[in-house]
């Protein structure tokens, strides 16, 4: 299949980069890309003016045949700057291109690049009404947006793409893991997917999988293509590597750092009974790397391994794995080390070599429990930090609920003072009857027609009226000509309330003498 031939010859030629989901392995999308490299900057195609909306075009309606010709769902992404994105009749362009192309709107995920830590009314206008289309829209990668996930809040977005740089070397910065998994959960919580780019090495795969990372992308699972190129290993079916899913995490997870292996095939021999997921390490390094891409509980290491000693591992450990319990396992120790790394939280437990079977494994026992309860302790502190938002948010649309009704009665008592106001004044004499006979509303008029009975309110209106109309007035509806004082009327009664139970009756007066007014 090739690239749609319609583009003309000032629009770039575009590269097409895999997706995969890490959940089952599949293909799911692919980039557009003005170059090879994973992450042009500034990150075409979409772009002001004719050559970014054309290319942008060519990438639709190749991502339009590719879906028809495999008949999988394809999404296709594409980078612009936010600036471009707000242009006035760019959303108009865009309708305009994905009905020509026949590219569904959520089969476009628009990756903005932004540096702005505010984004003015219109701006966000904009991107509301395409999010209203279906275009989806997510934060791009070289965007300093990417790692301030409550930033985004502010806008329609429905995926961040993290950069697997982040967790290049685990060993130099093991902080990193952490902040990409704070961040990955803290952006699930909130509803959007994650997307790894850059993933150039098979540990930064790990890494970003066991993290929570949704998607991969980068050189090392597929490089950049040109479309036939791209074609044919769409036609193939490439799948991510079975090592790169992401599986349930598995419980009660061990991890043993030893540099001497006869001693790692004893614990684990020894502890595989109690039915811990163990993973072994060499030394601190390779511990730091196990660490990364897995989930583990507790970490038991030896204290002197060559090239980083067992305290300056589980400092780094505590960096990466904060919720972790770290024990040292070790016959030979610095005191002083190990008193200032217990006594700063690195370490929960010092135990000693040659060991005694049961009293280790009591002590990895405890230390589970220790993790199960923090564990336990933290789900709760979800629960009720999420309980409050959400009641924080009852609270703000109750509130807004009462300020809309206050709102509508003071509308309300305004229209009605305004309507009695008026009906007061009305030159057509009105008398409201009530379902017990008495009068409950006479208008100026009406006390002057009946002045000899004034005033009116209270009293019986069959002490008032002429017998005509207090038949009249329990019949709640018709009308009559009767006499009152020196005029004649047409009388007409109307019954309150509607539908709904009888309030009353209102009976008018229109005078048929040639002097009235």
Known sequence: MNTPDSRPATAPPLLYQARFDCHDGELVGVQAL?????RPDPPPPVATGTDGLET????????????????????LTVGARLDALCEPDFANALGAILRETRLEPHSLEISIVTSRDEIPDHMLAALQQLHRLGIRFAICATSPASTRVAWTAQLPVDSIEVPARLVDNVAAAPEGVAIVRALLTRAHRMGRQ????????????????????????????????????FSAQLTAGPRLDASLLRGPAPERTLLLVDDEDNILSALRRLLRRDGYTILTASDGQQGLEVLAANRVDVIVSD?????????????????????????????????????????????????????????????????????????ENQRLANELQHANQELARINARLEALLVAQQHRLGVDEAALTLAQEALAV????????????????ANQAAESLFAAQAPLLGVSADEVLPAPL?????AGEGHCEARCGDAHF????????????????????????????
């Open 56 to 75: 942008l075009r060519t990438a639709c309606l190749q991502a339009a045949a590719w879906q028809a010709s495999t008949s999988r769902p394809l999404g």
């Open 490 to 517: 047409y009388v007409e009664a109307r019954a309150l309330g509607g539908h709904g139970p009888h309030r009353g009756t209102l009976l008018s007066f229109t005078c048929r003498n040639p002097a009235c007014p």
């Open 34 to 38: 003005t170059d090879g490299s994973p």
């Open 426 to 441: 009305m030159p057509l004499p009105l008398l409201g009857i009530d379902p017990n006979g008495m009068i409950a509303f």
């Open 303 to 375: 204290q002197r391994m060559p090239g980083m000693t067992g305290v300056e591992f589980l400092r780094k450990a505590k960096d990466m794995c904060p919720d972790s319990v770290r024990l040292v396992l070790s016959g030979y120790t610095d005191l002083q080390s190990v008193t200032d790394a217990i006594n700063e939280g690195a370490i929960y437990k010092f135990l000693t070599k040659p060991w005694d079977d049961a009293m280790l494994r009591a002590n990895i026992e405890e230390a589970f429990r220790r993790k199960a309860l923090s564990d």
């Open 470 to 474: 207090t038949t009249l007035a329990s």
């Open 194 to 229: 994650i997307c790894a780019t850059e993933i150039t090495s098979p540990q930064a795969a790990a890494v970003m999988t066991a993290a929570g990372a949704d998607t991969l992308q980068g050189p090392l699972i597929a490089a950049p293509l040109p479309a036939e190129a």
